[in-house]
């Protein structure tokens, strides 16, 4: 029975142990992440794999670290490099390490990734010539090589009787020569339809989380407290009876001998 309160005390301080230790996992994985120094911050709805818990994370913004790099990967074309995430304005400018931009239009399918781009879309159809065409058509030098020719125009433009086409695709821009920057229209936004931004759900979470924390911290450590205090009592109070026992067989020892 006299284990009983600092039993009590115990199982306390384990459960207020347990709290704070997942509020500080939960703040771990929370907070401002770098590949490298002077790298995007990465913070939520994005998360960096391998150094952040997918708790509390979600699909589709799993970030990797490539060297210096910061990277996000697309199924349907491959790895892209964050170059900054704007997360006041939801948008994430990307590179291409391939630099060609144009091959990106062509091949990156967003529809089931929580992105779309951050630019207006127009549909633009690529196609390729066995020979190349007058310079009336911008020929896409990455993408062309010998023997074949590619191009791009707005889908309601003819496609020249020569070319095959390949594919038509909405996208911002079209290929010009004048661009050679391997990050220009690659600018993207997410957004969930129907639901709270990521962004601000995730601050709610986490005030939620710190302000829940700490009532029940309060709570606790006044449990503890009361714990505490009444042990003392019990205690003293066991040991005045233990006392008085000692002061009565003495007595009686006294009174015998006498």
Known sequence: MASSPMASIFLVMVFLSSIFIATEAYRASSRTVQCSHGGPGIQFPFWLEFRQSRDCNSPGFDLLCRGNATVIRFPSYGDLVVKSILYNTRKLNLIDPKSCV????????????????????????????SAPLSNA??????????GFHVYTVESYLPVPGSCKKIKTVAIP?????????????????WDLPGRESFATKGHRHILSIDRGNGKVLSIGIVIVALVARASVKIYRSRELQKLKKEQELEAQKLLADS
């Open 102 to 129: 144009p091959e990106v239009f062509l091949n990156l399918n967003l529809s089931l990734t929580p992105f779309h781009y951050w630019y207006a879309v127009r549909n633009y159809t690529y196609f390729n010539c």
């Open 137 to 146: 058509f911008k020929e896409i030098p990455c993408l062309s090589g010998v």
């Open 173 to 189: 821009f079209s290929y010009s020569p004048y661009i050679s920057d391997n990050s220009f229209g690659l600018g993207l936004t």
